[in-house]
């Protein structure tokens, strides 16, 4: 795949605080690229300066191999963008939302029509045509939002937190559609701070922090950089100390908490990890309930790296 | 590209029920309550036919006087001959604002004071003090020359003239010819109204600017040119302004019945041209200041509603304050430009200061838009 997007030695300044520092990355043509990091990591930032919205002080940013830049008409023209905040006009109907944003870039009104048409279906607003926008809930806003910023059948869409603040059914729609655009052969750029979506969605995946990468790869890629290789949890009544420092002992095992009946232990990487802990259980006749074993996710590969949660 | 973003940009303005308040409805409203506000003064101040009675106890000239008197080529008085006692039912029941009894010296017998009633007053005296001159002249004229000739008839005649011009001119009503203060309150309105078009400018670029609304970010990333995004916008907001004004025209004409006399077509050219410099004051406000949206609202409001505050809209004598302790401020106020070319064209009989506040109004607009191209080519990134 050839790169459609190529970030060179980004760094963008508010005033003296380096919001993006020397940041350099590629976006593949058909991927999904996930922007991953907490609030104020840069996110945003990022991509505003990769649509010319932000002025930067250095680097440079290519789109099909030619320069962005505000009157870079030719290259905006293949771009969707969906903002954070629901950007629509109140006066306007959903459908005449999506006519208005879709006319910025398709002139052909029956070519329009079809495209509204397709992207209505896309986030499920069939029913819904007719309708102004106070007269939504936040899910079908954020869709109606979605489907503004794709009506057109961008080349690469850019999403930025499109599921904050929207209920689950919602949401597991906006993902659907996310997965149909890809179907449709998009280029999406996905910033988020959830973790799940990401794993979900995300072909490849940049965390970021403080405005520079921190770590760079596919979801599992990325997972293998965390020390640890499995989590399990098991409920336990009651523990005695002595019981807590014979499973630290256990082959494997880096980390063990007890609280609130609940038993954690953290392995490193090894193989018969659980089968050797609830042995030990059987052996000692601890009586034990709801055991649980979970591998890394990528909020523990973003702990491991930082020392803090995404959602911090 | 152009006429799309003209189509929806005057769909949502049509849409927008607080811009529609504010330039549709709220014009019209305070037209309304000028036009009750303000009837009653005009009428009061409109010199109508008074009506008197006369009692004739002993034959007396000044009756033929007093069915002369004219007013603007309509009598002056209307009168009822009677006996005292009718006279007198007439005035308790308000049918006449007074009555006179001639005889040797004429007495007034009025109810009440008001503006009829010292018409009436002064009337009477000055035909007293005229008769009093002729009969002092024509006394000293038989006890200098023992008889009266000719010549002193002449001069007698003459003096009688000039004293019927001078008590002519004196109660002249001139209220019909010179400005009302209802047209004048109503030209402020019509300034009001034309800058209130800043609204419609600063909601639409707001709309238009990434840095100062999602809208506009949205605008901002797709294929569309600024400049004709921005250009269309403007329009729309024109048009909108030009309905909103028409709307005023033909209520105020047809509904509250104001004559704006015989200038129309200039008053329309120059309330067209103040639109533009309210149009282009918002899209300057909108430009230029990186505030939120409902701040730069309250700025276009408070600046317009002061404008017109200092160009008489809430009681003339504002105007002629500024007008006398600070000129300068007039001369750059957008709604003293309309209003103070609007005055012009009854005050004067040439349209040079007309013309001269229409040039002003130009001045006023191409700087704003100057103010406003500078700050928009700044930005050729939107900073966020």
């Not at chain 1, 799940?196 to 760079?216: F, N, P, T």
């Not at chain 2, 309550?33 to 303000?38: N, P, R």
């Not at chain 2, 009061?44 to 009692?55: G, K, Q, W, Y």
């Not at chain 2, 949206?293 to 809209?313: D, H, P, Q, R, Y």
Request: hydrophobic residues 40%; glycine residues 6%.
């Amino acid at each position: 795949m050839k790169n459609i997007i190529e970030v060179k030695k980004l760094t963008k300044m508010y005033k003296n605080l380096k919001a993006v520092d020397n940041l350099s990355f590629e976006v593949k043509e058909g991927e999904i690229l996930g922007l991953l990091g907490p609030n104020g990591s840069g996110k945003s930032t990022t991509m505003n300066c990769m649509l010319s919205l932000l002025e930067f002080k250095e680097g440079t940013i290519t789109i099909f191999g030619k320069e962005m830049k505000p009157n870079a008409y030719d290259i905006k023209k293949e771009i969707g963008v969906v903002f954070q905040d629901v950007a629509l006009f109140e006066e306007l109907t959903v459908y005449d939302n999506m006519d208005y944003f879709c006319g910025l870039y398709i002139k052909d009104k029956r070519t329009r029509k079809q495209y509204i048409e397709d992207a209505i279906k896309l986030v499920g607003l069939e029913d819904f045509k007719k309708f102004y926008p106070k007269q939504l809930s936040g899910g079908l806003l954020r869709r109606l939002n979605i489907a503004c910023g794709i009506a057109h059948k961008p080349k690469i869409v850019f999403l930025d937190e499109p599921t904050v603040a929207v209920d689950p059914q919602s949401r597991n729609n906006i993902l659907d559609g996310i997965e149909k655009l890809r179907e449709n052969g998009a280029t999406i750029i996905y910033t988020t701070h959830y973790m799940e979506e990401v794993e979900i969605l995300c072909d490849r995946v940049i965390i970021l922090d403080k405005g520079i990468i921190i770590a760079e790869g596919t979801p599992d890629e990325l997972k293998e950089l965390a020390n640890m290789e499995e989590k399990v949890s098991v409920y336990i009544e009651k523990l005695e100390e002595k019981h807590i420092e014979e499973i630290k002992k256990l082959k494997n095992v880096s980390e063990v908490t007890y609280h609130n009946s609940n038993l954690i232990v953290i392995y490193n990487k090894g193989k018969n990890n659980l089968i050797s802990l609830t042995k030990y259980l059987e052996k000692e006749r601890i009586s034990y309930d709801k055991i649980y074993s979970e591998r890394p996710t990528l909020n523990d590969v973003f702990l491991e790296l930082t020392g803090k949660e995404l959602r911090d | 590209m152009f006429l799309h973003n003209l189509k929806y940009s005057l769909k949502t303005l049509f849409k927008n029920k607080t811009l529609i308040f504010w330039t549709f409805a709220f014009p019209l409203i305070l037209g309304t309550l000028f036009q009750m506000a303000f009837q009653d003064i005009e009428k009061n101040e409109t010199l109508d036919t008074i009506s008197i009675a006369i009692v004739e106890e002993k034959e007396n000239n000044i009756k033929n006087i007093f069915e002369e008197l004219e007013i603007e080529d309509k009598k002056m008085f209307s009168i009822f001959y009677g006996n005292e006692e009718e006279a007198k039912e007439k005035l308790e029941q308000s049918e006449i604002s007074g009555y006179l009894i001639l005889s040797d010296t004429p007495k007034i017998i009025v109810k009440e004071n008001g503006i009829n009633q010292t018409i009436l007053k002064y009337v009477v005296g000055e035909i007293i003090e005229t008769e009093e001159i002729m009969n002092n002249m024509i006394t000293y004229e038989i006890s200098q020359n023992g008889v009266l000739t000719n010549e002193f008839y002449q001069t007698l005649y003459e003096n009688i003239k000039k004293i019927e011009l001078e008590n002519k001119i004196e109660i002249k009503d001139i209220s019909s010819r010179n400005l009302s203060y209802t047209l004048i309150e109503f030209y402020t309105l019509i300034a009001m109204t034309a800058l209130y078009g800043g609204i419609l400018g600063l909601y639409l670029i707001n709309q238009n600017l990434a840095n100062q609304s999602s809208n506009g970010k949205r605008i901002a990333v797709s294929p569309a040119s600024k400049r004709t995004i921005i250009i269309s916008s403007a329009l729309a907001g024109y048009i909108v302004q030009l309905i909103g004004i028409a709307l005023l025209f033909l209520y105020t004409i047809f509904a509250l019945h104001i004559n704006y006399g015989e200038h129309f077509f200039f008053i329309l050219l120059l309330t067209l041209i103040g639109c533009l410099a309210g149009l282009s004051m918002g899209i300057m406000i909108a430009s230029i200041f990186k505030i939120n949206e409902n701040t730069k609202t309250g700025i276009v409001i408070a600046f317009t509603m002061l404008s017109c505050f200092l160009s008489g809209m809430m009681g003339i004598t504002m105007k002629y304050i500024v007008d006398k302790n600070i000129p300068i401020l007039n001369i750059i106020n957008p709604a003293n430009m309309i209003t103070d070319g609007l005055y012009s064209l009854y005050y004067y009989e040439t349209l040079d200061r007309y013309y001269f506040n229409i040039i002003s109004l130009i001045i006023f607009s191409c700087f704003m838009l100057a103010l406003s191209m500078q700050s928009l080519r700044r930005q050729k990134y939107d900073s966020i």
